[in-house]
C-alpha cells in the first residue's frame, strides 16, 4: 500500500506529465505556425511521449489501487519571439520535471518505499536523457551561432531537430 504523501507526489506527476505534453504540443503548434516543420515535428514527437509518461505513472497507481485525479491542467505558455526562445523553454521545463522526478525518489527512499523508488528510477534515467538530449541542442545551437534570427542556421536548426526525431 503507497503512503498517502506519495500517492500525492504520484498523482502530481500524472498532472504534470499531461501538462509536459501540452507544453510540446503548444511548441509545436507555435513552430508550425513559423514553417518549421522539423521542429515542429520534433516538439509533437515529445508531446506524444509525455503522454506515455504520464501513462506509466497512472498504471502504476491503478496496480496500486490508488484512484487517480486528472485536475485542472494550466494552459502552456503560447508567446515565443524565436525557436532559440522555444529549445530554452522546453529545457527549462525538464529541468523543473527533472527536479520533481528526484524529489518523489528522495521521499519514496526516506519513507522506504522501495517499489516506488525502483519504478521512478525509469523516470530517472529518461530525465536524464532528455536533458542530454537539450544539452546536445543548445551546443549545436552554439555552434551555428544560432540566437534565434531568421536564416541560414535558422534552417539548419530546424533540420536538425527534424534529424533528431526522425533517429528517436
Ligand atoms: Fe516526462 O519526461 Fe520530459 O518532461
Known sequence: MLKPEIAKLLNEQVNAEFYASNVYLQLSAWCEAEGLEGAALFFRGHSLEERTHMDKIFDYLCE?????????????????ANLMEVINAAYQHELKVSAMIKNIANQAFQVQDYTTFNFIEWFIAEQHE???????ILSKAKMLGFDGSPGQALHHMDNFLRALEQHA
Request: charged fraction near 10%.
Open 64 to 80: 496500486c489501487g490508488i484512484p487517480v485525479t486528472i485536475g485542472a491542467i494550466a494552459a502552456p505558455p503560447t508567446q515565443f
Open 130 to 136: 532528455e536533458e542530454v538530449l537539450f544539452g546536445k
